[in-house]
T-cell receptor, first 114, second 111 residues
Framework: GAGVSQSPSNKVTEKGKDVELRCDPISGHTALYWYRQSLGQGLEFLIYFQGNSAPDKSGLPSDRFSAERTGGSVSTLTIQRTQQEDSAVYLC????????????FGPGTRLTVL | GENVEQHPSTLSVQEGDSAVIKCTYSDSASNYFPWYKQELGKGPQLIIDIRSNVGEKKDQRIAVTLNKTAKHFSLHITETQPEDSAVYFC??????????FGAGTQVVVTP
């Protein structure tokens, strides 16, 4: 596809359940980012992958959050034992990485924890 | 780390008037400053960006200015139209790094 895609577009879960959110970056982009956007708020950085380097996890809010990037392409953000405060839109972005810094965003996954 | 402040938080303009959004940043090593537009229910879309070796950049009705000495940059939208209504975010970064975003500006263009 031409852009960043994310799935699912919406996810409703019960408190305490685990969820997985998926991101497909633009083909050829070596850098991938996850952000969280709470209702009416700005974008909060979560984690950054660049090629085969160790990811920058400095934005993950707790050890319930983790992310993987397999084969340098698709990424999965996992939230374990979800809490109501995890409800937000989770945005993924990708960029050319060391060859370019412009980030292109996907449409996001809206997570609602009941 | 980098800190980006964005003002105003909301901006209401009459159609045809200009809109200006201002951002300041703290990290003097930041050298890339993009602006994103986010419409309801969608992800942010890049509308214009500027690098630290340029003072001004224009694309049709949109322009961005950068003052490195004062560490601030601004977005200017001229001849505003209803479709310009959205939330606008500024960001700052060092090259190939994570962005620090401003808190966003809700722009409402009234006919």
């Amino acid at each position: 596809g031409a852009g960043v895609s994310q799935s699912p577009s919406n996810k409703v879960t019960e408190k305490g359940k685990d969820v997985e959110l998926r991101c497909d970056p633009i083909s050829g982009h070596t850098a991938l980012y996850w952000y969280r956007q709470s209702l009416g708020q700005g974008l909060e950085f979560l984690i950054y992958f660049q090629g085969n380097s160790a990811p920058d996890k400095s934005g993950l809010p707790s050890d319930r959050f983790s992310a993987e990037r397999t084969g340098g392409s698709v990424s999965t953000l996992t939230i374990q034992r979800t809490q109501q405060e995890d409800s937000a839109v989770y945005l993924c972005a990708s960029s050319l990485g060391l060859r370019g810094d412009t980030q292109y965003f996907g449409p996001g996954t809206r997570l609602t924890v009941l | 780390g980098e800190n980006v402040e964005q003002h105003p938080s909301t901006l209401s303009v009459q159609e045809g008037d200009s809109a200006v959004i201002k951002c300041t940043y703290s990290d003097s090593a930041s050298n890339y400053f993009p602006w994103y537009k986010q419409e309801l229910g969608k992800g942010p879309q890049l509308i214009i960006d500027i690098r630290s070796n340029v003072g001004e950049k224009k694309d049709q009705r949109i322009a961005v200015t950068l003052n490195k000495t004062a560490k601030h940059f601004s977005l200017h939208i001229t001849e505003t139209q209803p479709e310009d209504s959205a939330v606008y975010f500024c960001a700052a970064s060092r090259r190939w790094g994570k962005f620090q975003f401003g808190a966003g500006t809700q722009v409402v263009v009234t006919p």
